[in-house]
């Protein structure tokens, strides 16, 4: 990879190693790869997808949550980011991938065995069926383009108590305080929000922990969250 994500990681006090780099830079030749065939991102040009995606997944490690966490789920994985390039780079994490598109778990996986990832594990699924991983996971990750009312409705169930869940959001994260009432019901509790630090990216973190278990009847059917979320 290019100098973009070296230099980016060592701001953030990630040294990567020769094969993490030679990594990268298979993901982003697969990356635009199979994006001629199926529609995973609208960035690909290499020095964006460097800031964007790779530079931008490996902003969560600012939160501290991964330090003693043990396993990840990302809720509607999309082309594997952020848990890809953290998978990478936290070798020692299991990373647990849905999403609701069966080709975009197929590219997870075609990624997993060319990287050889073996701290990976990609699930065609919808966030509102897995109810079978309910409160099993450290950290729950989301970088879906969802209200965050709706996101914690998909996420917070899947977070363990004393867990966190992780939403990467625009730099406007007013959506906090219409997702309070949906945080408290969950059994969660808004920590903190923080920036990503990505000069040429600006985004926000926002970092709720889980301190009570989320009521049988959450994540609710599929569709209902989002049509009709938590006020």
Known sequence: MGDVLINGCRQMNIALSTEQTEKFEKYFELLTEWNK????TSITEKREVEVKHFLDSLTLIKTGCFAKARNTLDV????????????IVL??????????QNKRIKFINV?????NLKNVEAIHERAENAGYLKEKFDIVVARAVAPLNVLCELCLPYTNIGGHFLAQKGNNADEVNSAQNAVKILGGDFENIIDAGLDEYE?????????????????????????????
């Open 76 to 87: 509607g994985a999309g082309a594997g980011f952020p848990s890809v390039p953290l998978a």
């Open 91 to 100: 070798p020692n994490i299991n990373f647990t991938l849905i999403d609701s």
């Open 203 to 231: 985004h926000k973190i926002i970092i709720i922990k889980k301190t009570q278990k989320t009521p049988v009847k959450y994540p609710r059917k599929a569709g209902i969250p989002s049509k009709n979320p938590l006020l």
């Open 111 to 115: 990624v997993k065995e060319e990287l």
């Open 37 to 40: 065939k199926i529609n995973l």
